[in-house]
Structure formats: C-alpha cells, structure tokens
C-alpha cells in the first residue's frame, strides 16, 4: 500500500509540473543605427534608435508579433488594414530589420502563467493570424503596443483602448522597460544579448 502512495504521489508531482512551468517569452529587439564609420557597411533599421521589434513566444520557437502588410500608414485606417500578425521563428524574427539574430542586441522575459492564460492566449493567436484586429500605423498600434494589447488580455497588463495603448506604448521600449523592472521585482528569469560594437543600441 505505501509503495503504491509513493508511486501515485510522483505520478501526481510529474502531471502537475508542466502546468507550474508554464511561461511567456517576450522577446524585445534593440532599436539601433550604425555607428558613423560603419556607415558604409551597416544598414539603417526603420525606426532607428526608437525602432527595434516586440513579440511573444508561447511555443518552442514560434514568436507572435505584429508587423506592417502593404502600403505604411502614418495615421491608422480602420477599414483598409495594411497590417498582419506573424509567427516566426527566433532566428527570423531578430532578422526582421536586416540584422544577424547572432549580432543583434535583445532581451527576453519569462512570465509565469496558468493553464487558462494559455488557453486565452492561443485562441487570440489563432484568431489574429487569421483576421488582424487593427492597423499598423505611426499614429496608430505598432509592435509594442499590440504587444502590450494581447499581455493587457491575459490580465499580465492593465486593459486601455487601443487608442490609449498606442499612445501609451509608442515604441517597444515603452513597454520594455516597465516589464523589465517588474521581472526584476518578481524574480522573472531574463535572458541578454549585447549587440555588434558596429551600431549604436538603444538603451533601457
């Protein structure tokens, strides 16, 4: 009788531990420009300093993020989107301004969740990939922000409009840095890459 309690008693612990492991990852690109003398070999990122990318890994290697589809918009036209919501992997997404994923300055937050911020949070991806929820625009949601929409749906952020998140996140370090210091506050496991000493990295 005791060796089954022992056996049933591991088997509960091992069930249970996926479910205490759960996390997000979000993953945060440096904006940057190059550095004067390597101008000629170093490409300019769009947004620059203030530029860089944010998106959120839930499954090994596949980062949701939102992006620009099309014509670029400088107000946000709600009835022709010219915006789409992606999955890549690591390597693509910290590509995606034309940097090496090795090269490139970065920061990667885990957040704890439960089984039903999992849930909630699959069933928005599927729903953005199909049908994007709104446009990408300079006055308008952009990686940060939407970032910030789909956290502020899991209850990890405080719920705005979208208008207030727009402003509220006009670029990812805007998001970045308090997520960074609530890591710190909570223990949050953080992972870091420097960048190529040949750009000039926006800093936190």
Excluded at 45 to 57: D, K, N, P, S, V
Excluded at 86 to 96: G, H, L, Q, R, V
Excluded at 173 to 194: D, T
Aim: net charge positive; charged share 25%; aromatic share 12%.
């Amino acid at each position: 009788m005791k060796q089954f309690i022992l056996v049933l008693t591991v088997f509960i612990s091992l069930c249970a531990r996926p479910q205490d492991s759960l996390y997000l990852k979000v993953h945060f690109l440096y904006g940057s420009k190059p550095l004067k003398k390597y101008k000629s070999t170093e490409a300019k990122w769009f947004g620059g300093i203030l530029g860089g990318h944010a998106g959120i890994e839930s499954d090994s290697n596949k980062i949701l993020s939102f992006s620009p589809s099309g014509k670029f918009h400088w107000i946000a036209k709600d009835r022709e989107r010219h915006s789409r919501y992606t999955i890549k992997s690591e390597n693509e997404f910290y590509a995606i301004l034309g940097g090496h994923p090795d090269s490139v300055k970065k920061a990667v937050v885990y957040i704890p969740i439960t089984l039903e911020q999992k849930r909630i949070f699959d069933s928005v991806s599927r729903c953005y990939l199909k049908e994007t929820p709104y446009d990408y625009a300079f006055i308008g949601m952009r990686c940060g922000a939407a970032t910030y929409e789909i956290l502020s749906q899991l209850g990890i952020a405080r719920g705005y409009s979208n208008g207030t998140v727009s402003r509220k996140v006009f670029y990812p370090k805007k998001l970045r840095k308090p997520l960074l210091k609530e890591a710190e506050l909570n223990g949050w496991k953080v992972e870091r890459q420097n960048g190529s000493i040949k750009r000039k990295w926006e800093k936190d």
